[in-house]
């Protein structure tokens, strides 16, 4: 026996709804919406909720958190919506910016898409998984929200992202969620035209890290980028401790004394890396 799929006829509350979300250009709904519009119980409002999510009117991302199913995907049911504009609602309203291999592909710094959404933020949150799309939540100090920008991912719809200097550092930060020092190393290089060396330095120095300041002033030095200014800015920030040019990779590799890096990724295989 076939199994009837509900119809995604609106009833007046429901229609309600949906009418009022889309006079204000919302797609994305939380339970207080449903209580506040549909003017129902907290408890009426869940099961409100449950029932647009059967009949296909809208779907779940997570616990109180919806997003309308567009009425032109006729009997689809399963609808995400844009994955950045997710990643924003999952914070709502807390302080955040797309970062590190997210915001890599945003500045057109990847060769290869990623899977996974990474965002910043002062917050503890936990990964979400939506509709087989894992969103991924970094720490950041508060006072490290800097070096941010608007990316508008519609005519109306705009997230946080950090700008290309800030996405190089992060991703020299913590290059395990861009693909390791060499995938940064390439968008450096791809974008070195647009980037802006006496922000990415000035940057390095107010984030304050030294493992940051040595991996930067290596790899500009390098590709041959910026001036000598730059670099012995960066030298200044220099630690005794030697850290590993790529922390994702094994401790290997000979040490530079300079830098104070252990170079477990070979000079020759990153200039082969901006090449290809």
């Known amino acids: 026996m076939i199994k009837e799929i509900p119809s995604k006829t609106l009833g007046p509350q429901a229609a309600k709804l949906v009418t009022t979300l889309h ?15 549909a003017e129902l119980p907290a408890v009426s409002a869940r099961s409100f909720a449950r029932k647009l999510v059967d009949r296909g009117v809208a779907t779940r991302l997570k616990a109180g958190l919806f997003v309308l199913v567009p009425y032109e995907l006729g009997k689809e049911r399963q609808y995400m919506g844009n994955p950045l504009l997710v ?5 709502y309203g807390k302080e955040y910016y797309l ?7 945003i500045h057109g710094m990847l060769t290869q898409p990623q899977l996974v959404v990474t965002t910043s933020t002062p917050v503890v949150q936990r990964p979400v998984t939506a509709l087989g799309v894992q969103f991924r939540f970094v720490r950041c100090q ?9 990316h508008w991912v519609t005519k109306q719809e705009k997230v946080y992202v950090s700008d290309l200097e800030r996405t190089i550092l992060d991703g020299l930060k913590q290059p395990r969620y861009c693909g390791g020092v060499t995938e940064v190393a390439k968008g450096l290089w791809m974008r070195r035209s647009d980037i802006q060396i006496d922000r990415l330095v000035a940057y390095a120095k107010r984030l304050g890290r030294g493992a940051v300041a040595q991996r930067l002033g290596f790899l500009l030095e390098t590709y041959e980028l910026g001036t000598p200014k730059h670099r012995e800015s960066l030298l200044r920030m220099v ?3 030697y850290v590993r040019l790529d922390p994702v990779l094994p401790a290997t590799g000979k040490f530079l004394r300079q830098w104070r890096l252990q170079l477990n990724i070979p000079t ?9």
């Open 23 to 37: 006079e204000k250009g919302r797609c994305f709904f939380r339970l207080e919406d449903v209580r506040r519009i």
């Open 239 to 241: 630690r005794k401790a």
């Open 268 to 276: 020759e295989e990153l200039r082969a890396a901006v090449q290809t």
């Open 99 to 105: 970062s590190h291999g997210t915001a890599m592909e």
């Open 142 to 150: 508060r006072q490290h929200l800097f070096g941010l920008t608007h």
């Open 87 to 91: 990643a924003r609602e999952i914070l």
